[in-house]
């Protein structure tokens, strides 16, 4: 059975621009993160590359890669995560995360886990949830 850990996450900074011809929809953009996590996973500086489809002007879906290094439940290491999700007209984003096999370092050599978060605007931080096995 996986261990379960949660946390928050805050970011930094988002910087995104429009990628393709400007105009109507669907419209792709690029957005780059840095969060910061704290809980079972603590990692500071983090960066996230995303890459977004606007179906219309609030709604869409998103796609991303993110390297966390530092500490899950005291292990020392780095690993990446596959991010896939989806954002309303609302703000409400909802997003799943899965370990990118192969990518765990250090203490947490063998990492494999999936996890999610749902955020809506004005949020300071952001609740996830992250299941884990070290094999």
């Known amino acids: 059975m996986p261990t379960q850990t949660t946390g928050h996450f805050t970011f930094a900074d988002w910087t995104e621009h429009h990628v393709g011809p400007g ?6 953009a690029h957005a780059s993160v840095i969060n910061t996590f704290s809980g079972g996973i603590e990692a500071a500086g983090t960066t996230c590359e995303y890459t977004l489809v606007y179906v219309t002007e609030k709604t869409g879906t998103f796609t991303g890669m993110e390297r966390l290094a530092g500490r899950l439940d005291g292990r020392e290491g780095s690993f990446v995560i596959e991010e896939r999700g989806s954002f309303d007209a609302d703000g409400t984003v909802r997003c799943t995360f899965e370990v990118v096999p192969g990518t765990g370092t250090g203490e947490l050599t063998g990492l494999r ?3 999610s978060f749902t955020t809506t605007p004005g ?3 952001v609740p996830y949830a992250f299941g884990y096995d070290l094999g």
């Open 113 to 115: 886990g999936t996890g």
């Open 23 to 28: 105009g109507g929809s669907p419209q792709l």
């Open 123 to 125: 949020e300071p931080s």
